[in-house]
């Protein structure tokens, strides 16, 4: 009996000992939590300043030639000399190659002979006649008359023959023919006698000289077939590409083709200086002006910055992929010597400075019920307070804040970060 009573003792203190320290549990628990509320939230903070902010904007682009053309010749044929090598640097005018010009060299000797003879011909009618020309014609009028005068003796002797019946009406008509080409020989002599002393008459002149103008037009057309034989640079630049080789056949086109292929299309390219093409966002083509500053660093070379300026801002936009952007094209005033024609590049472009901006660390902004904000800390208050604010441009984790914050007020960062 004694040592049940004695059990029960022992039950009865340790249930009022858990009891006492569940109760102390609770209370410890209600006063670390009542303690917690009344302090104010805890995390970093950082007071909103008002700065000058440089605005800048990120693109990228590629190292592209300023000016750049495929050269083939005009009339498709064989390929006999090609003068440069890739890598080359030429001068406009400069011959590059030559095609082959076997069919065409023997039309330019014909021309030049034809060309010789016409002027030859206008010269001589332009002097007029010589005094050999003129004695000499004058021999020939004499000669006609006395063929004429003999002629008509003899027509008057056999017309008495006729008449009495000696020779026949055939033979009588021979010998008047025989006269009658006498007189006109020698009046066609006698013309040529007239028109030697007279000299050349505007229209033999004339007449000689569209022979003359025909000839110099073949000519001409011969040598412009020749010249169509060779490739010449259209201005100064580097042999930039090589596509084919002596004794491939070339065809007159602008289209690029490989060295391997049987027909060429073009025989070398030629580039003309470098220049940057980048591709700038519809939402940032604002802020880009002609002549904006442009820092370059190359994929190839991270460690170097190369300067540059806007040159051009495309007027019409590309569409890619739905994103709207547009092409810009850069000087460049740095890099010229290291950089190549299709190199990848990083740009920041910058911009006026904004005086007097408010901003805030971009971790700091957070969305609260679909609007952008900040949690504030106020003295006196134990709770932060969302605002709502206005953001603008964001710049290397900067956000500009147009509204809804001022200079000197004070911002969570690790509220803002678990957003």
Partial sequence: MAT???????????LWILAGATIATVVVFILLSSNRKSRPIEGNTIVVEQVTLPVTIDASGKVVPIQTVNLSPKVGGKLVELLVEQGDRVEAGQIVAKMDSSSIEPQILQAQSAVSSARANLERLRNGSRIEDINAAKAQVEAARARRDLAQKRLDRFQDLAKQGVIARD??????????????NLRDRQKQLERLINGSRPEDIAQAQAQL???????????????????RAPFDGIISQKYTNVGAFVTPTTTASVTSSATSTSVVALARGLEILAEIPEVDIGQVTIGQAVEIIADAFPDEVYQGKVRLIAPEAVVQQNVTSFQVRIDLISGTDRLRSGMNVELKLKGKEIPQAIVVPTVAIVTQGGQNGVYIAQEGQRQPEFRPVTIGLTIRQQTQILSGLQGGERVYLELGSRR
């Fill in 213 to 231: 103008e025909e000839a110099e037009a073949r000519l001409k057309a011969a040598q412009v077939q020749l010249e169509d034989t060779l490739i």
């Fill in 171 to 184: 033979r009588l008509d021979e010998i008047i023919a025989d006269a009658d080409s006498a007189e006109a």
């Fill in 4 to 14: 049940v009573l004695k059990t029960e003792r022992k039950n009865r203190l340790f």
